[in-house]
């Protein structure tokens, strides 16, 4: 780590307030050109702190970065994750406020949610399609409480801006129809996103590192060094498998996933 223990809170509290306030803040990776995916993390579970004190719940944790091109335009090699809490799931045919969001954009993903405990390291794909209740379809709400551009220089947003601003993620929508694990071969699994009776992208689910349990094996084993696990009941959105639609006031999505149901959200 290159920051200390003091930057590491003041930038946890300037992200807090800049989701409070809708207003971003500038890039951590131009104030701090030397801060570490490892910084980044610090961040972002100083962040989760300040989260519980205030009364939330962590319901889950979500994973990104699981496609490779996407590696590639952050220059990293493995996927990122953030926290899911309590105050980000919007109903399926519901509306979304648009206005609680920045520059909320829509990805489409599955959500594992476990029966049982996962605590690495060692966790393999066998252990997560074991340990969980059953997979949904899902959509997951992006936004961005870090500049996505510098205004002054153009400089785009880095890894450790994402994984400091809890790695982007700020809603949840669940919907569709539930599965067992070994009810469908999950890399299978696609979904066509419309936009306002437009499709926008869409995307197989093994397109998530070949399978999407393998996203839930990783974070598992990523978090083991911390002595953290992924507890019964938890959500854990496996990565996306099409790319970012941006959401604006007044528009309606809705998740085609053939075989396993539909997800559909406006948002107003």
């Known amino acids: 780590m290159t920051l200390d223990p003091e ?23 131009l104030q701090y050109p030397d801060m570490t995916i490892e ?6 579970r100083a962040w989760t702190e300040r989260k519980l004190a205030a009364g939330r719940e962590l319901r889950g944790r979500k994973i990104g970065l699981t ?6 335009a952050v220059s990293i090699t493995e996927p990122d994750y953030g926290a899911i809490y309590d105050d980000m799931f919007f109903d399926d045919s519901g509306v979304v406020p648009a206005g609680r969001f920045i520059r909320p954009r829509v990805e489409v993903e599955l959500a594992f949610v476990l ?3 996962l605590s690495g390291p060692g966790v393999t794909i066998y252990d997560v399609l074991d340990a969980t209740r059953y997979v949904t379809p899902a959509l997951e709400i992006l936004d961005a409480r870090v500049q996505m551009s510098d205004p002054a220089t153009g400089h785009l947003r880095t890894i450790v801006d994402t994984i400091s601003d ?9 919907g569709g129809r539930a599965v067992r694990p070994d009810e469908v071969d999950l890399r299978w699994v696609s979904a066509l996103l419309y936009r306002n009776e437009t499709i926008e992208e869409s995307g197989v689910a093994a397109a998530v590192l070949n ?12 978090l083991a060094p ?3 696990g992924l507890d019964p009941g938890q959500v854990i959105l496996a990565g996306s498998f099409t790319r970012p639609v941006f959401a604006r006031s007044g528009d309606t999505f809705h998740a085609d996933y053939g075989p396993l149901g539909a997800i559909t959200c406006r948002f107003a």
């Open 39 to 44: 910084d980044a993390y610090a961040v972002q």
């Open 166 to 174: 809890n790695a982007a993620d700020a809603g949840i929508v669940l």
């Open 67 to 72: 496609s490779r091109a996407m590696q590639q």
């Open 211 to 222: 399978h999407p349990a393998n996203g839930v094996a990783w974070l598992a084993n990523k």
């Open 115 to 117: 029966a049982e405990p």
């Open 7 to 29: 930057l590491v809170e003041d930038a946890a509290a300037r992200l807090d307030e800049a989701e409070r306030t809708l207003t971003p803040i500038p890039q951590l990776s």
């Open 226 to 228: 911390y002595k953290v």
